[in-house]
């Protein structure tokens, strides 16, 4: 991702912030029910209470709240390259560590975490063949213990010229390339898809 394909994300989400203030459409979800949803099936890769979970593009830090709101509380970091964001996660989780920036400004050590997860965050259209969507899963799976679950939209039924879409069997082909023990969820949304990718 360049510098302004950053500079672009972090405008768009300055402007719906200030549009929508703390609430799912501020950060493009059509509803909180979707926006859960889609937690809902992260989680269940096997996110326990107590588990350390890294959330790659984590907008408000909503995972947190409502993995809580589960009763799984989780030992949360959360990172985002919109400062905005990350100023009101910080008001609604003043407990947790949030951190601005994309994945390739930190330098976690390996396996830092029990796991890692990401919703939404690859959404933004790149027009580079998956390539950064590839860095960026390539390194969560290098940062987690246990695993990783991501979500992407499907591009068999969505396509849009200013969001990426993907292929569930090309993206799972390509994770199975670096993870031998992964799998597919496209059963819980309509344009949406979950790949969850454990360590063995």
């Excluded at 950053?6 to 979707?34: C, F, M």
């Excluded at 907008?59 to 709240?65: A, H, L, V, Y």
């Excluded at 082909?173 to 790949?195: A, G, Q």
């Amino acid at each position: 991702m360049n510098a302004q394909q950053r500079q672009r994300i972090v405008a768009k989400h300055r402007d719906s912030l200030t549009r929508h203030g703390y609430h799912p459409n501020a950060l493009y979800w059509s509803s909180r029910e979707i926006q859960e949803t889609r937690f809902r099936v992260l989680a269940e890769i096997g996110i326990e209470s107590a588990d350390s979970v890294l959330d790659v593009g984590c907008g408000f830090g909503d995972f947190k709240r409502w993995s809580e709101a589960q009763g799984r509380a989780v030992d949360f970091t959360g990172i985002d390259l919109s400062p905005d964001l990350i100023r009101e996660a910080l008001e609604q989780h003043p407990d947790a560590r949030l951190l601005c920036g994309a994945l390739e400004d930190f330098n976690f050590e390996p396996e830092s975490f029990d796991w890692a997860i990401l919703s939404g965050a690859l959404n933004e259209q790149l027009h580079d063949d998956a390539a950064y969507a590839h860095e960026v899963i390539a390194s969560m799976f290098a940062l987690c213990r246990n695993g990783l679950a991501f979500n992407l939209l499907d591009a068999r039924s969505f396509k849009a010229h200013d969001l990426q879409s993907h292929l569930p069997q090309e993206m799972l082909s390509w994770c199975r390339d670096i993870c031998t023990d992964c799998s597919l969820r496209d059963d819980y949304l309509e344009n949406d898809f979950t790949v969850y990718m454990r360590k063995t």
